[in-house]
């Protein structure tokens, strides 16, 4: 039992250090397979008919790094902020924009519902969290650890989902060094009044420190 245990932790980390290497491979904050926050977040929201009905806040992702929910401000519509359910709504990402599968028209409508998503969209923290509250946050291990501070976050996919967090380590000779770490099962959120945190899991913390040291 234990060398099989030994085993697959081994595989697991080689599995890390593989993911950790291919999205460090080059400048991530300059490779075009990746969104940053700061244009996401920017984007408008269209219509059906391509017409612009509002603007992202915020966006609500699932642990898995997809989104769940986009926090919309309907100022074109003189509406005001709602939560839109990614999938529920049919939303589609283009190059700088979300577009809706409704009419401005059905929209004006749904108004009362989507103002009814928002305690839904509060969800559990442990499984839902903000965009913009991942930015500054800190990445600790399961023990506490402290291992870096969150400086940016990638999109892929077209932007419609998280796929690695950019961030500059905080510990021992590493401090002040950057690296992107894979957005996935690795990570759970804890956030305790304005204190904003991203546990990583040890196996993952193990492999962003080795990737980090032998890549100095």
């Known amino acids: 039992m234990c060398l099989l245990t030994t085993h697959v932790m081994a595989e697991s980390e080689v599995q890390n250090v593989e993911r950790i290497s291919e999205i460090n491979h080059s400048n991530p904050l300059q490779n075009p397979s990746y969104d940053r926050s700061g244009k996401v977040l920017s984007r408008r929201v269209l219509d059906r008919k391509n017409k612009v009905v509002g603007h992202i806040e915020d966006i609500i992702i699932k642990s898995n790094g997809h989104i769940q929910f986009l926090n919309v401000e309907l100022d074109r519509l003189k509406l005001g902020s709602v939560y839109l359910n990614y999938k529920q709504m049919v939303i589609k990402s283009t190059s700088n924009a979300y577009s809706l599968a409704i009419k401005d028209r059905e929209i004006k409508n749904l108004y009362p519902s989507l103002l009814a998503e928002m305690e839904t969209a509060a969800g559990n923290r442990n499984e839902l969290i903000s965009v913009k ?8 291990t399961e023990n506490g650890r402290m291992i870096g501070v969150v400086n940016e976050i990638l999109f892929s996919e077209k932007a419609s989902r998280v ?9 021992g000779v590493l401090r002040g060094k950057h690296i992107a770490i894979p957005f996935g099962s690795s990570f ?18 193990k492999s962003v420190l080795q990737y980090a040291k032998e890549n100095k």
């Open 188 to 205: 759970s959120f804890n956030n305790t009044g304005q204190r904003k945190n991203i546990i990583i899991d040890n196996d993952m913390a």
């Open 163 to 171: 796929k690695a967090l950019y961030v500059t380590l905080k510990t």
């Open 133 to 140: 509250n991942i930015i500054g946050a800190s990445i600790r």
